[in-house]
């Protein structure tokens, strides 16, 4: 799920400030603490291979995220995919990969225990 800046719904709008917001944006039962993450990807960049060896050889981490600067394109379990460009909040459910279009940062919020047991198996691919 992604949802560029102007497509989410002003609630506030009064001289000096405007807050939007968006309702139903992923849901977090069921997890505990979440960590908050800032990565950088360069152009071409596409995790899919790191990921092998996971349930479904997959990230089953969701994140909430937004998109600073780039595009990133999101793999799904079923196929599809769904990019997210500057400026975007995205939404990634569990059963995911990402390749990144261009030079891109984002921040993503992710449940902490889960992401980071893929952050350690990553690491483990890449001999770190």
Do not use: N
């Amino acid at each position: 799920m992604r949802i560029a800046k102007d497509d989410i719904p002003v609630r506030i709008d009064v001289p000096g400030a405007t807050a939007r917001q968006q309702s139903d944006f992923g849901d977090v039962s069921g997890y505990a603490k979440l960590g908050a993450e800032y990565f950088s990807f360069g152009a071409g960049t596409d995790i899919t291979e790191l990921l092998h060896g996971l349930e479904g050889d997959l990230c089953q981490s969701p994140h909430w995220g937004y998109v600073v600067d780039g595009a990133i394109t999101a793999l799904y379990s079923d196929g599809s995919t769904e990019t997210s460009k500057t400026g975007d909040l995205f939404y990634w459910p569990p059963g995911h990969s990402v390749r990144a279009e261009a030079d891109t940062d984002i921040v993503m919020f992710s449940p902490q225990q889960e992401h980071g047991a893929v952050i350690d198996h990553i690491r483990g691919k890449v001999g770190q």
